[in-house]
């Protein structure tokens, strides 16, 4: 064995598993100090371990032997637990997961971010455990991910046809999933429809591997109306396939109120820079929200738990104090669904976001709503955001930030400084990235309140809202 895998390769015996870690890990430490990171354990538990990676801080390995089971284990409703990588906390009490998530946007502001804090706000948990989810992508694949059961059993398998998801790492592996607890069982009966009907039709599954096959992806997206988008990807044309399948679901599925397809040819699966086509009804659904209806296509970006989504604006219109006095600034807006979500409350908001077509959206939305205090500029927010456009647009009494996982760019943070509103609420889906931001606005702002927010329950994501207020 060479010297590197005999670091990597380590056995640890009778070690406690202390804390949730990132991406979804627990963490074991030993009497020694030594820290792992596990995939298959719960904090509470005392285990063996096999270590298969030393990092220049921590091993990484798996729990080989389970001595002592946490209170905090419960039993994983779904049968793919472990080998898919959707929900990698099945196997934590719900109570535990947000346990753990206010732990870490907590740790989080104060580790990276140096920050004084208030008292936490509780974390807002989700009201639905299982089943939020609006908006699924599947794959389908010609050449299934096969289970160590499956490999080692003599048994020849014949149905070789996935759809599902990913494997966590794996672009060409495909899991398919006999069942998925994430979106609403409407969902469940389409997607299971889509694999029996295309098994009985023998409709070609892709190989993305040697590039052959019809069927590429099924996208699902299901508002809270009722209503429900199908968007079926084909890796080439074989019209006879494609409208036997698009019939089947138009005369099986009168819920779906948007029938869609693409023919994608290229060598990845996005559809962004590709023609959706709407084969029946519309080629949008609808989303309500607290009144206001948001138009949904197949590209749009919408919070992908709809009533999850609903709280976290509470807390953050809540957070920004509004009286209706205030010119508000909603960075990072997105389709304009938080601008459009505190007009009401404010005289007028500004929308910023780098994406054209969800700033049309954003429009459209607000003409729909019959929303006449906003306005939504499209543009990298570096080159929008400057002070030329606050000279033109009014310096706001509130901003609302809402970055991608990235957190903002520090030419933002520097805008924000320079800026200096007396207000900043700032909503984030990476309280790592948050806090680094927040530590850089820390020399002119206070934290004031702060509230983690539970979007995903089942995964170790957390959305964490924060209100900094100018230090006078
Ligand atoms: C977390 S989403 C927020 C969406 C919106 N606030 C909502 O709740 O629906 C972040 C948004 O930032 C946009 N974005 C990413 N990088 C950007 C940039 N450099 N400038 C402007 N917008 C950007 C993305 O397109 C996305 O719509």
Redesign the pocket.
């Given at each position: 064995m060479s010297k590197r895998r005999k670091r990597a390769n380590k056995t640890f015996e009778n070690v406690p598993v202390v804390d949730a870690g990132a991406k979804g890990k627990s963490v074991a430490k030993t009497e020694d100090g030594a820290v792992i990171f596990l995939k298959n354990a719960v904090p509470g538990d005392v285990v063996d371990i096999q270590t298969f990676k030393k990092r220049k801080s921590y091993f990484e390995g798996e729990a080989t032997v389970f001595h002592t089971l946490s209170d905090r284990r419960t039993e994983p409703v779904c049968k793919h637990f472990g080998t898919c990588g959707g929900c990698k906390w099945q196997h934590m009490s719900y109570e535990s997961q947000l346990f753990f998530k206010q732990k870490e946007v907590v740790e989080n502001l104060t580790r990276i971010g140096h920050l004084e804090l208030p008292e936490v706000t509780p974390i807002a948990g989700s009201e639905e455990q299982y089943y939020y989810r609006n908006k699924m992508e599947f794959s389908f694949s010609a050449s299934r991910w096969l289970t160590l059961e499956e490999i080692q059993s003599e048994v020849q398998i014949e149905d070789k046809k996935a759809l599902g998801f990913h494997i966590p790492g794996m672009w060409d592996k495909i899991l398919h999933l006999d069942e998925c607890h994430l979106h609403p069982a409407i969902g469940e009966q389409i997607r299971l429809s889509v694999h029996a009907f295309a098994e009985a039709e023998q409709i070609e599954y892709f190989n993305p591997r040697e590039k052959t096959g019809v069927l590429r992806t099924l996208m699902l997206r299901m508002s809270s109306t009722g209503e429900i988008m199908v968007v079926i990807q084909f890796f080439k044309e074989d019209e006879k396939a494609r409208i036997s399948l698009l019939e089947h679901l138009k005369n099986s599925f009168p819920q779906i109120k948007s029938l869609q397809y693409i023919i994608n040819e290229k060598a990845n699966d996005t559809i962004y820079d590709q023609e959706v086509i709407c084969y029946d009804g519309r080629d949008h659904i609808f989303e309500e929200m607290e009144g206001l209806q948001f138009k949904i296509n197949a590209k749009s970006?919408?919070?992908t738990n709809s009533k999850q989504?609903f709280e976290l604006y509470k807390i953050t219109r809540d957070f920004a104090g509004l009286t209706g006095e205030e010119l508000v600034y909603?960075l990072?807006?997105?389709?304009g669904?938080?601008a459009q979500f505190v007009a009401k409350k404010a005289n007028h908001v500004v929308g910023?976001?780098?994406?054209p077509v969800?700033i049309e959206d954003a429009k459209a939305n607000a003409a729909h709503n019959g929303i006449d205090n906003t306005t939504f500029f499209a543009?990298?927010?570096?080159d929008v955001f400057t002070a030329d456009f606050i000279a033109e647009h009014g310096a706001p009494d509130v901003v609302i930030t809402?970055?991608?996982r990235d957190g903002m760019?520090k030419d933002v943070v520097a805008q924000l400084l320079a800026l200096a509103a007396p207000r900043i609420v700032y909503?984030s889906?990476n309280s790592a990235t948050q806090a680094r931001d927040l530590a850089l606005l820390n020399e002119q702002y206070k934290v004031v309140k702060y509230q983690p927010v539970d979007m995903f329950p089942q995964t170790h994501h957390v959305e964490s809202v924060v209100l900094l207020e100018i230090i006078k």
């Open positions: 970006f919408y919070q989504a909603d990072y807006t997105g389709t669904t938080i910023i976001e780098s994406v969800a543009g990298d927010m570096r809402d970055p991608p760019h909503v889906c």
